[in-house]
């Protein structure tokens, strides 16, 4: 059983425009979640995270939407450069499984010049 | 400060044979957890070790076991190798689980059993 879905495995996106990428997850005691960036041969990299007491949080280009009641959550970029081709993972915890991360399978993002 | 690394980066196994691979973590960090990552999938649990003891489970065959050190560094071990086995493993340390507390992954260790 999948707890989190990443429901599109890739997006191709214009330079300079939104790219939003989506997560759905079924559990309601996940409480904590985070975005990973993975490049090809490298490991995933941290990128923007959210606790279920926010709906949203912003870093820069990046912003993270929490809707609870959808159990969704999405990340944004904005505007998209060519780096940000990559993978991009979706992960939640629960305080109640000792905060081990449940993972989604990816969404590629293609930005193209 | 040094990151997370793995060695070796690539390793190439007959089916039959064990693999032993290993990581260093982020000075500091006592949690260190395993993935095992193959085409089109996320990333697989495998196990997470604090403190020289292993804290959780993913559900892998025993022949997956693992070991963390005194000094936080962490072995992971593959007995018996089966052609699925192929996949990338990454090690990824954090000072513990919990909220807030991101995971650094190292690069990986590229297994592949012939």
């Known amino acids: 059983d999948q707890q989190v879905k990443q429901n599109s495995p890739s997006l191709s996106v214009q330079e300079g425009r939104i790219s939003i990428l989506n997560c759905d997850y079924t559990?309601?005691?996940?409480?904590?979640f985070l975005w990973y960036k993975k490049y090809p041969a490298e490991g995933p990299t941290f990128l923007i995270s959210?606790?279920?007491i926010k709906d949203k949080n912003e870093d820069g280009r990046f912003t993270v939407f929490l809707n609870k009641s959808a159990k969704h959550l999405s990340l944004h970029i904005v505007p998209s450069q060519p780096g940000d081709s990559a993978v991009y993972f979706c992960?939640?915890?629960?305080?109640?499984?000792?905060?081990?991360?449940?993972w989604g399978a990816g969404t590629k993002l293609i930005i193209k010049p | 400060k040094a990151g997370v690394t793995q060695t070796p980066r690539y390793l190439i196994k007959t089916r039959g044979q064990q693999v032993t691979l290993s990581c260093s973590p982020i000075?500091?960090?006592?949690?260190v957890s395993w993935y095992q990552q193959t085409p089109g999938q996320g990333l697989q649990f495998l196990f997470e070790?604090?403190?020289?003891?292993?804290?959780n489970k993913g559900n892998f065959p025993g022949r997956f076991s693992g070991r963390q050190f005194s000094n936080s560094r962490s072995e992971m071990n593959v007995s018996t190798l089966e052609l699925g086995d192929s996949a990338l493993y990454l090690c990824?340390?954090?000072?513990?689980?919990?909220?807030?507390?991101?995971?650094?992954f190292g690069n990986g260790t590229r297994l592949t059993v012939t």
């Open positions: 990824a340390s954090s000072l513990d689980l919990f909220a807030g507390s991101p995971l650094h």
């Open positions: 000075s500091g960090h006592r949690s």
């Open positions: 070790y604090f403190s020289e003891t292993q804290r």
């Open positions: 559990n309601s005691m996940f409480d904590y």
């Open positions: 959210i606790s279920s």
């Open positions: 992960a939640a915890s629960a305080s109640d499984s000792n905060y081990q991360l449940i």
